[in-house]
Nanobody
Framework: QVHLVESGGGLVQPGESLRLSCAAS????????MSWSRQAPGKERELVAT????????KYVGSVKGRFTISRDNAKNTLYLQMDSLKPDDTAVYYC?????????????????WGQGTQVTVSS
């Protein structure tokens, strides 16, 4: 049974950093692309970053390029999202997701399992 458990969220001030983690189990983590998405109150869920099965290929939404870094440790079955220079607009619940394949995908339909989310709040 696939399990994805996010952690690392919290309340930070603008300009600060957070590192999210997603612990995966129940599948061969190293064979699948993974992603981070976020959903702010009253808005649709949006893909933020995706990473291929081996970690070589990544893709980011424009609003986080240069500030967020997605990475993975296949030996630890863990996905990460390093978030620097955080802004109030980054406030959302952040979700990790498992893709149906190993290559990166920017379509939510290509992801078949999602975690329960972790809240990130950026406020002064």
């Amino acid at each position: 049974q696939v399990h994805l458990v996010e952690s690392g969220g919290g309340l930070v001030q603008p300009g600060e950093s957070l590192r999210l983690s997603c612990a995966a189990s129940g599948f061969t983590f190293s064979s699948y692309a993974m992603s981070w998405s976020r959903q702010a109150p009253g808005k649709e869920r949006e893909l933020v970053a995706t990473i291929s099965y081996g970690g070589v290929n990544t893709k980011y939404v424009g609003s986080v390029k240069g500030r967020f870094t997605i990475s993975r440790d296949n030996a630890k079955n863990t996905l990460y999202l390093q978030m620097d220079s955080l802004k109030p607009d980054d406030t959302a619940v952040y979700y990790c997701a498992k893709a149906r394949r190993g290559s990166i995908s920017w379509s939510r339909a290509d992801y078949d399992y999602w975690g329960q989310g972790t809240q990130v709040t950026v406020s002064s």
